[in-house]
C-alpha cells in the first residue's frame, strides 16, 4: 500500500463518504496517531462498518501533516469478523453528548482505491465462522430435523429458536449443519459481573447485552442426547461448554461431570471443551478427571489489577483463573485464553511482560487473540485507566511472543483434536 488511507465519515444516516483532505489515524489506548501502511488490510468479507453518532474522526491533514477532525460528519469504525484480530482502534474525539456505544469491536477504517482498509491480522485460517460458509437451506432443515428429533430437549429448543434462528449464532448454525463445533450452554447464572457482559447487563446501564441469558438449568441427559451423535458423525468434533447465552459453566460442575463421563462411555471421538471465567480449579480438576480435555480461560488482561476491575469477582480471585490453565496442563489437556485484544492495553510493555510470565508458568498452550467488543472510552472509563503507559504494537508483540514460546499456537478458535493431537496447521477446507 503506497500511502495511508483516507478517512471515512458518515452523513448520520447510514451514508458513508471518504474525507480526501485526511488520511485516517488508529487509536492505541487514549491516543490517536498515524497508522504504519503495512497495518491495513482490505475490509474482509463479513466484515461491517457503524457510524459513531456525536464522535468526529481524527485524520492528518493530506497536505500539512497536522493531526485535526473531519467535521464533516459522524465517525466510522469497523467490525472486522471472526478470524481476524484488530491492531488499532478507530480515532475519534467524542462530544459531550455521546451516548455509550453497543458491545461490538470498533477498528479503524479507511478509504483506498476504491476499497475499504481495515487496520488487522488474519490470525485464524479455521473457516468455521466464514460468512459465506453458512448453507441457510442446510441450517433450516438441520433444525427441522434436530427439533422432531428430541421433541422433549430444552437445549436443542433454546439452541435452534433462540440461538440459531434468533441470534444467529455461528456455534449453533454449525451445529444444525452438522459439523464441527456443537455448543453447550448450562449455567443461568455467573460469580462474575463483567463490564461489557454480552449475556447480561445491569438495569442502570444504557447498552444491552447482544443476547439473553439461558433460563433453566439442564440435566446431563439433555446434553448426553443431542452431544453424542454429534461426536459421532460431525467432521472434527467438538463439544464446547461455556457459551455467550449462559452465565459461568463451573457453576454447573456437578452436570457437566456426569454429562462428561457419559459421553466419554459412549464415544472417544472429538475434543471435550470448556469456555469459562477459570474461577474454580477445583471443579475444573473434577472435570478433566470426568473426560475434559480442553480449557478456554476468559481474559480481558494478564495483570490482576486490570482484570479485577473489569471482571468484578464475586467469590474468586485473579490467581483462581492461573490455577485453572495449571490443573489441565497438568492432565495434559489444551489450555488456551480467550484473550481480549484492546490496542493500547494489550500490548503495552506491561502486559506484554505479564503475559510472557503467564504463559510460563501455565504452560498456555493456545492464545486465541478475539477482538474486545466493547466501547473503548467506556471500557477505560469504567476500569479507571487514564494512562495505558508504553506501548510496543499488537503485531510487534505476537511476534515477539512466537519467537519466545516456539511451541505456542495462536488463532480465535477452540482446536479440534485433530489439530491438538495431529497436524495443527491442518486445513479444514476439506471438511
Ligand atoms: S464471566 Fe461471562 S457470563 Fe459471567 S459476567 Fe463475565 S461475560 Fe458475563
Redesign the pocket.
Known amino acids: 500500500m503506497k500511502q495511508s488511507p483516507f478517512l471515512l465519515y458518515s452523513d448520520g444516516k447510514g451514508n458513508i463518504f471518504e474525507d480526501t483532505s485526511l488520511y485516517v489515524c488508529g487509536r492505541s489506548g487514549w491516543d490517536a496517531m498515524p497508522v504504519e501502511n503495512e497495518e491495513w488490510i482490505e475490509l474482509p468479507s463479513g466484515g461491517q462498518l457503524y457510524e459513531l453518532p456525536n464522535r468526529r474522526g481524527i485524520g492528518t491533514d493530506v497536505i500539512s501533516g497536522e493531526m485535526r477532525l473531519c467535521e464533516k460528519g459522524w465517525a466510522v469504525a469497523a467490525f472486522i469478523p471472526p478470524a481476524f484480530t484488530g491492531t488499532y482502534l478507530a480515532a475519534y474525539e467524542t462530544l459531550p453528548d455521546a451516548e455509550t456505544l453497543p458491545l461490538f469491536c470498533y477498528t479503524a477504517a479507511g478509504w483506498y482505491n476504491d476499497q475499504f482498509y481495515v487496520t488487522a491480522i488474519r490470525i485464524e485460517k479455521d473457516i468455521r465462522q466464514e460468512s459465506e460458509g453458512f448453507d441457510e437451506g442446510k441450517i433450516e432443515s438441520g433444525v427441522k430435523e434436530l427439533l422432531s428429533t428430541y421433541k422433549h430437549n430444552r437445549l436443542v429448543q433454546h439452541l435452534a429458536n433462540n440461538c440459531c434462528l434468533t441470534y444467529h449464532c455461528p456455534a449453533a448454525r454449525n451445529y444444525f449443519m452438522g459439523r464441527w463445533e456443537c455448543p453447550v450452554p448450562s449455567s443461568p447464572a ?5 463490564i ?5 447487563q445491569p438495569q442502570e446501564e444504557t447498552i444491552v447485552s447482544t443476547q439473553d ?1 439461558l433460563m433453566f438449568k439442564p440435566t446431563a441427559e439433555e446434553i448426553i442426547e443431542y452431544t453424542v451423535p454429534h461426536l459421532e458423525t460431525a467432521p472434527f468434533p467438538i463439544v464446547s461448554f461455556g457459551q455467550g447465552c ?3 459453566p463451573l457453576l454447573m460442575w456437578q452436570t457437566i461431570k456426569q454429562a462428561l463421563l457419559e459421553i466419554r462411555k459412549h464415544t472417544k471421538k472429538g475434543s471435550l471443551n470448556i469456555n469459562t ?1 477459570g474461577s474454580n480449579p477445583g471443579a475444573v480438576k473434577v472435570l478433566c478427571e470426568a473426560g475434559l480435555n480442553s480449557i478456554r480461560v ?1 481474559t480481558n488482561s494478564a495483570r490482576e489489577k486490570i482484570y479485577t476491575p473489569y ?1 468484578r469477582p464475586n467469590n474468586y480471585e485473579f490467581n483462581d483463573i492461573v490455577e485453572s490453565l495449571k490443573v489441565v496442563n497438568d492432565f495434559g489437556g489444551w489450555t488456551s485464553i480467550n484473550y481480549f485484544v484492546f490496542p493500547g492495553m494489550t500490548d503495552s510493555v506491561e502486559e506484554y511482560e505479564a503475559l510472557r510470565k503467564l504463559i510460563k508458568s501455565t504452560g498456555l498452550k493456545m492464545i486465541q487473540w478475539r477482538n474486545f467488543n466493547i466501547d473503548p472510552d467506556w471500557y477505560l472509563g469504567k476500569i479507571g485507566v487514564t494512562d495505558t503507559g508504553e506501548c510496543i504494537g499488537i503485531r510487534q508483540m505476537m511476534d515477539l511472543l512466537k519467537d519466545e514460546f516456539q511451541d505456542l499456537k495462536y488463532g480465535y478458535f477452540n482446536p479440534s483434536i485433530e489439530r491438538i493431537k495431529g497436524d495443527f496447521e491442518m486445513d479444514y477446507a476439506g471438511a
Not at 190 to 194: K, S
Not at 196 to 200: D, L, N, R, V
Request: aromatic residues 12%.
Open positions: 455467573c460469580n462474575a459481573n463483567c461489557g457482559c454480552i449475556s447480561f441469558r449462559e452465565g459461568e471465567n476468559s471482571y
